[in-house]
């Protein structure tokens, strides 16, 4: 069983910026790594994922596109997702997941971190 920690989480104003953490247990070079969220009677939806072994493949929801990004410390099997020019609509409890595989449900799960912005 993968072990999936977040950090970074909190309180923000309008405008600003927050990065999350994600450190795994295991390789993160096996897996493919994302972030979710889920806001307050909303399904959960992804917010960024980045693919296994190179990284070099990663996709956004169209709501954060050019406002946040996914990268990764591989030495630190640490996935960070970096968030500007933040958004009430983006507040929720935000989530990394993590799965060997690219499709199908995903194997492992964090705690969840708050991240609420202020208008």
């Known amino acids: 069983q993968v072990q999936l920690v977040e950090s970074g989480g909190g309180m923000v104003q309008a405008g600003g910026s927050l990065r999350l953490s994600c450190t795994a247990s295991?390789?993160?070079?096996?897996?493919?790594m994302g972030w979710y969220r889920q806001a307050p009677g909303k399904q959960r939806e992804m917010v960024a994922t980045?693919?296994?072994?190179?990284?070099?493949?990663?996709n956004y929801a169209e709501s954060v596109k050019g406002r946040f990004a996914i990268s990764r410390d591989t030495a630190r099997n640490t996935v960070y997702l970096q968030m500007n020019s933040l958004t009430p609509e983006d507040t929720a409890v935000y989530y990394c997941?993590?799965?060997?595989?690219?499709?199908?449900?995903?194997?492992?799960w964090g705690q969840g971190t708050q991240v609420t912005v202020s208008s």
């Open positions: 997941a993590g799965d060997p595989r690219e499709l199908g449900p995903i194997s492992s």
């Open positions: 295991v390789n993160i070079l096996t897996l493919f």
């Open positions: 980045i693919s296994n072994i190179s990284g070099r493949d990663t």
